[in-house]
């Protein structure tokens, strides 16, 4: 079925997935960047081969990896990045609009954050209080333990929907710039300082409040946990608008080195007020198009 070659050529990724996944595993802070290896492997793979060659390779790394972390790890860490990976690869190799593979991508990643809850709350049997109290029970420190399971336990589900979600929208882009340094990617591409969300995410903000006011006004606490959560996914997708939108201004004012140099300090020192101003600007660039503000204003001076 493969050439000599293509076999030889998939026994390389067969490992280099499952090293990704194994150093993942031991070194959670790893994730991002393996996840997004991971992503633009199986993308290259995909555009390079086809999809059935990506997904042997996805499943003979998964089985290697299942051995040494545990199937659920595996297709936590492996599994669910190799498929976005393999829908980018479709996407690019078939000339599908950028708009429309990074839809079905945010899409197909909503999908798999409902299977990772499903994981969490359902075959593991705990809850999310539980999970954070066995692992933070330090004595002596009640008040801390207490604040940091009633946190999770609120936001737990949307954090979980909101890093995949992440993971999804960062690999799309990456996976674009390095099919295109490639030469396997031609066409118009989705600029990474010109994306924004469209105008009817608000009414997810709406929702949310919504859902959040009633469940609070008549003491349902799942209704209010739902708003909360919808609440925290929207205002993650408005933060990376806004990270988009400061990118743009960033490029278009062409401010000198030093000046961008101590901006990029003042925003990672004061980082909890940079993420507010972040959202805020996504938020606003949502409902006026900044962008097209901005333009129209400089060919009319």
């Keep these: 079925m ?15 997935c499952a090293v990704l996944a194994v150093v993942s595993a031991l070194v959670p802070l790893l994730f991002p960047a393996c996840g997004l290896a991971v ?23 998964a089985a ?28 690019f190799k ?13 899409v197909a990643a909503l999908f798999l954050a409902g299977f990772d ?28 333990v207490e604040q940091a399971v009633r946190a999770v336990s609120v936001f737990l589900p949307g954090s979980l929907v909101a890093w995949v979600i992440i993971l999804a929208w960062a690999g799309f882009f990456v996976t674009a710039g390095i099919l295109r340094r490639l030469s396997l990617l031609s066409g118009p591409a989705l600029e990474f300082r010109r994306w924004h969300l469209p105008w009817p995410v608000i009414w997810l903000v709406i929702a949310g409040l919504a859902v959040t006011l ?9 209704m209010a946990l739902i708003g909360r959560n919808v609440l925290f996914v929207a205002g993650v997708g408005f933060l990376l608008a806004g990270l ?33 101003l ?6 606003i660039d949502s409902w006026s198009d900044c962008r097209g503000c901005y333009e129209r204003r400089r060919e009319q001076s």
Aim: charged content about 10%.
């Design 64 to 91: 290697l990896t299942g051995f040494v972390v545990g199937i659920l790890d595996a297709v936590m860490i492996l599994v669910e990045p190799g498929l976005l990976g393999i829908l980018y690869g479709l996407g």
């Design 2 to 16: 493969f050439s000599p070659g293509a076999l030889k050529e998939g026994v390389l990724l067969v490992l280099a």
């Design 94 to 106: 078939n000339r599908v609009a950028p708009q429309k593979i990074l839809a079905a991508g945010l």
């Design 214 to 222: 009633a469940g609070d006004h008549w003491e349902f606490e799942t």
């Design 117 to 144: 809850l499903v994981i969490l709350f359902r075959m593991l049997g705990e809850s999310p209080s539980e999970l954070v109290a066995a692992n933070l029970a330090v004595e002596g420190h009640p008040e801390l």
């Design 278 to 283: 972040l959202a805020t600007a996504g938020f």
């Design 39 to 61: 992503i633009l492997m199986a993308a290259v793979t995909t555009c390079r081969h086809t999809s059935v060659y990506a997904l042997a390779v996805l499943a003979a790394a």
């Design 244 to 276: 988009t939108l400061a990118v743009y201004f960033y490029r278009e004012l062409a401010l000198s080195r030093w000046l961008a140099v101590l901006l990029v300090v003042a925003a990672v020192i004061n980082w909890p007020v940079t993420l507010v």
